[in-house]
């Protein structure tokens, strides 16, 4: 179930930015601050600017507000896991193209989607979940669907990424062929998808992918008209500063061009986290304090899932005026009575910070949203629209020029 209620269609008050909403606000719960122009400038980079086609991961903010700013910013292709997204963004887009992403479905959810909403494209890892996908798609006579796009996932390295994708999902290279054969049989278009990892801090992450790639393309001497490089592509963080995504389009353009496919086969991608975590940021309020612990209203039940469970560490920044005497190191404990909420950060804001103060969290776009329950009775909080920038971006024109990048030789 998504809270669209909290992160979805609602009218929202323009805020010149965080500190302005708590001095209209003053609020007792957390507050959720969209950023439209960053969501939809992210999306003009990667509609404009990667050698291919972009998907949108759902699963990293599913808010249908977001989902109509991707659309009206170039994205038309929506990477989709489950029933309940192919429904949401069916219901929310309904000229958008779904692909069902996730290696293993139920054969009611591909009948669904592939007879009342239209997918077309659908991702697997076995030759059980080929059978299934050709059994819940053929019609009642038992003929097999014809226009099927099926991608094979190819089990990839994720030592270059902050968080790995490399154990459920995927077939080994050296079990690959007999499946890539036996699926180009069946399809219209033969795809072969990976995932590097979420949060890829260098572009050798899909070269070496897309080495994979070429091993199974040889050894299975088939056709592939589909070459999808998944999601991964980074975001800023304290601690965090990948190269610039024209890095990674570069690299991935360079690769691909030399992997034994057709010209006219296609390069795409899943961007998720890249194309929303500047949309996000969140105002927490500080309800205590415990030496270098701050008891704040949101947390590990809440949009601060990451922080707690993964130890991510988001930008921060302490909201009230006047604050002085230097800066600290913190940790965060959230609102509910489980020990669990507990995000270790350090997160680093003024040393005098104290009960009542504000705190803005940001790049919290990214499952955040997809994230947050309501344990405890804590999760609700209103949402407003900012229109300042956030406080990192891939995409404002200020990082390094890519051709001096660590990852690109620089020519002058």
Known sequence: ????????????????????????????????????AAASRAARFFAEKFPGKSLYAVKANPSPDLLRVLWDAGITHYDVASIAEVRLVRATLPEAVLCFMHPVKTASAITEAYKVHGVRTFSLDTQEELEKILGATSDDAGNLAEDLRLCVRLR??????????????????ADAAPLLQATRQV????????????QAMTPFAYVQALERVRAAIVDAAVTVDIIDVGGGFPSIYPGMEPPPLEDFFGAIHRASESLPISYSSELWCE????????????????????????????????ALFD??????????KCLNAGRQGGEAEFSFYGPTCDDADYMKGPFTLPADIAAGDY????????????MRTAFNGFGQGEVVEASDEPM????????????????VVSLR
């Open 307 to 316: 922080a707690a469970h993964v130890g991510w560490r988001f930008p921060v």
């Open 392 to 407: 990192a971006s891939q995409y404002l024109g200020n990082r390094r020029d890519p051709r001096v990048s660590d990852n």
């Open 271 to 302: 961007p998720g986290r890249a194309l929303c975590a500047e949309y996000n940021s969140l105002i927490v309020r500080v309800e205590k304090r415990r030496g270098d612990e701050l008891y704040i209203n949101d947390g590990a039940y809440g």
């Open 187 to 198: 399809a219209d278009w033969l795809g072969i998808c990976f995932h590097v990892g979420s």
């Open 359 to 370: 705190i803005e969290i940001g790049m919290l776009g990214a499952y955040g949203a997809a």
């Open 1 to 36: 179930m998504f809270n669209v209620s909290v992160w979805g269609s609602l009218e929202l008050h323009i805020y010149p930015d965080a500190p302005a909403v708590v001095r209209a606000l003053a609020p007792d719960e957390p507050v959720i601050l969209n950023r439209k």
């Open 156 to 173: 990839v390295s994720s030592e270059y990424s902050e968080l790995s994708l490399a154990s459920k999902f995927g077939i080994d290279l």
